[in-house]
């Protein structure tokens, strides 16, 4: 028997019983659409979360006081033998590499505009912010070092304080003391949930004084891209060692904190993705269901064929044929539903990430046919395995 006999006797095979067929593809293309959905969300929660860091750029090395193995805010930020100074900041600024350094303080504060008023953060930082964090003045300029009381608003706040009239020049209470408008910011967004142009920035010892800190709460390194960041880590260490006479900080590289996201949200979304995957279980055993009774029905049939000539492996190709075309057009059907949910995702729930990706589209239905060609080999191998004669009779 050829190969395209046998493919258009698969085909009439699953065209013969039309509704028990589709059930059957709607088995699978329920888990593909599920595998489809889920992963979906993963991979977007994964480029939103990834791209809400890369917005500040990816040559940055994060500096916090307090010693910890770990990443994030150390529980030592309070109690360290001594505090990160501007001074430490500024030691750093003529290393090799280094392009800029940003010092940061952070806390909210009341703003008043004659009698507008209102709670929004206060970042306490240097000149060079805009450089290491990728933020842009939209009118003015930005602070200038020092103990000056001056201030930069950022877009929300001056919408909210000004409406539509500049407010460079005009001055404004933060923390009841009083500060000159030099600059407005871009919109930024959030990053992570917190609203950046909801936020005012002042000079970074201004804030240390506002917020009663005798040190501050991180320094940022911008370095050159290329640059070998392992000998620039093992430089600032050693700079920060000899200011302070021990290691009480912790360095942490940007790059380090995505690698750890990536890995965390890669498993995150395989593990969505396989929790779609057990969808596709229950539809391989509505494959091997309806191939058990496929070949019960056709005994027959099988018989006559191997009376014709046709050998095991022909009529065991043949019934595999038909459980790969099924689970192959279930796979399909599942890819067309779970796409269209992507789709209506993004429509009606524009705040929720989706992003649809080629490799797990593919995947989903590559898995679909493994399914499918699992879930036929027991029936397929039970035709196969008849004796024609036997076969004959039992017609």
């Keep these: 028997m050829r190969i395209a006999d046998q493919s258009r006797m698969a085909w009439r095979g699953v065209l013969a019983h039309p509704a028990r067929s ?37 040559n940055l090395l994060a500096i916090m006081p307090g010693k910890t193995s770990t990443f994030g805010m150390s529980a030592a930020v309070i109690h360290t033998s001594r505090p990160l100074t501007v001074e430490d900041a500024e030691s750093l600024e003529h290393l090799p590499h280094v392009q800029a350094i940003a010092t940061a303080v952070h806390g909210n504060a009341d703003v008043e505009w004659v009698e507008r008023r209102r ?21 003015g300029r930005f602070l200038e070092e020092g103990l000056r009381a001056q201030t930069v608003l950022g877009d929300r706040v001056r919408r909210e304080l000004f409406g539509q009239s500049s407010p460079l020049g005009q001055s404004i209470r ?22 950046m142009d909801d936020a005012v920035y002042i000079p970074t010892r201004r804030a240390m004084r506002l917020f009663n800190l005798n040190g501050v709460q991180e320094v940022d390194v911008l370095y050159a891209a290329g640059s070998n960041v392992e000998a620039l880590e093992k430089t600032v260490r050693e700079t920060l060692v000899a200011r302070h006479g021990q290691e009480d900080f912790t360095i942490v590289t940007q790059q380090q904190m995505l690698d750890v996201l990536d890995s965390v949200l890669g498993v995150l979304t395989f593990a969505v993705g396989a929790l779609g995957g057990v969808s596709l279980l229950v539809g391989g055993v509505g494959v091997l269901t309806i191939m058990t009774i496929a070949v019960s029905e056709r005994t027959g049939e099988v018989g006559l064929l191997r009376a014709l000539g046709a050998d095991s492996g022909q009529v065991l190709a043949l019934f595999l044929g038909e459980a ?26 524009p705040a929720l990430p989706v992003a649809l990706s080629p490799f797990y589209l593919a ?16 029936p397929a191998r039970r035709a196969a395995g008849m004796e024609p004669v036997r076969a004959l009779r039992a017609e």
Excluded at 32 to 47: N, Y
Excluded at 186 to 195: H, N, P, S, T
Excluded at 324 to 347: K, R, S
Excluded at 363 to 378: F, H, N, P, R, S
Aim: proline share 1%.
């Design 22 to 58: 589709l059930l059957t593809m709607l088995g699978i293309g329920v888990g593909i659409a599920a595998v489809v959905l889920l992963t979906s969300i993963g991979q977007g929660v994964r480029a939103f979360v990834l791209g809400e860091f890369t917005q500040f750029g990816t």
């Design 119 to 139: 709670s929004t953060m206060v970042f306490g930082v240097g000149e060079s912010a805009p450089e290491v964090w990728r933020l842009r003045v939209a009118e």
């Design 174 to 195: 933060i923390g009841g003391e009083r500060y000159r408008v030099v600059g407005t910011m871009e919109a930024k967004g959030q990053f992570l949930g917190m609203d």
């Design 324 to 349: 790969v075309a099924l689970a192959a057009l279930g796979g399909l059907l599942g890819l067309l539903l779970g796409v269209g949910g992507v789709l209506l995702i993004a429509l009606l729930l």
């Design 363 to 378: 995947l989903a239905e590559a898995i679909a046919v493994t399914i499918g060609l699992a879930a036929g080999v027991l």
